[in-house]
């Protein structure tokens, strides 16, 4: 089994930076790929960005990329989502996700491991 704790959310000013931490632990905590979810009131939750365990590769969302950076210390047990130049359309709750097999990084089916989630506010 593997848990994930998300950290680092806020109320932030839009045009802001917030940093996103998904500490991993348990059983092959460090060989999962990771990514970030989000998810806004009344909407579906959507894919933001993903790093993979075995050569560090990036996925963003459209909607992200330019602004949002993903990616994973050293040891492999802790993935960072930095967020700069913050929209209010970019508020949600964040989630982490992990997963061990091969599929839709995209689809958040494909994950079999999520964080309890963390509120990210930008206020305009």
């Known amino acids: 089994q593997v848990q994930l704790v998300e950290s680092g959310g806020g109320l932030v000013q839009a045009g802001g930076s917030l940093r996103l931490s998904c500490a991993a632990s348990?059983?092959?905590?460090?060989?999962?790929?990771m990514a970030w979810f989000r998810q806004a009131p009344g909407k579906e939750r959507e894919f933001v960005a993903a790093?993979?365990?075995?050569?560090?590769?990036?996925l963003y969302a459209d909607s992200v990329k330019g602004r949002f950076t993903i990616s994973r210390d050293n040891a492999g047990n802790t993935v960072y989502l930095q967020m700069n130049s913050l929209k209010p359309e970019d508020t949600a709750v964040y989630y982490c996700a992990g997963a061990t097999g091969r599929g839709d990084y995209y689809s958040p089916h494909f994950y079999e491991y999520w964080g309890q989630g963390t509120q990210v506010t930008a206020s305009s």
């Open positions: 348990g059983r092959t905590s460090t060989s999962i790929d």
């Open positions: 790093i993979r365990w075995n050569d560090r590769s990036t």
